[in-house]
């Protein structure tokens, strides 16, 4: 089974940044998702293949997803972080375009964000 690990998550103030990681490869949509205490999941960021990108409008100007095609990560960059950006956040991933779609084949088990 594909095993899809999140790192970089912690807690930050307002205003500050993180960068989230996961290595993964070989599929066609990377994704971050993230789920607050009694929230369902949202879509946060996707990338595809040829690296198009799609956002949720709430983090459209200050969250950036990437890929490292030679490391084989996915990255999320957040900046000017707020107390609602706090979550736990997943990596996903799936053969097949996605983009911000929620029945991804393969997902981590998480990273937790703390925003305060």
């Known amino acids: 089974d594909v095993q899809l690990v999140e790192s970089g998550g912690g807690s930050v103030q307002a205003g500050g940044s993180l960068r989230l990681s996961c290595p993964v490869t070989?599929?066609?949509?990377m994704a971050w998702f993230r789920q607050g205490a009694g929230e369902e999941r949202e879509g946060v960021a996707a990338i595809d293949n040829g690296g198009s990108t799609t956002y949720a409008y709430s983090v459209a100007a200050r969250f950036t997803i990437s890929k490292d095609n030679v490391k084989n990560t996915l990255y999320l960059q957040m900046n000017s972080l707020q107390p609602e950006d706090s979550a736990m956040y997943y990596c996903a991933a799936d053969s097949i375009n996605m983009q911000l779609a929620r029945d991804y084949s393969h997902w981590g088990q998480g990273t937790q964000v703390t925003v305060s």
């Open positions: 070989g599929y066609y949509s």
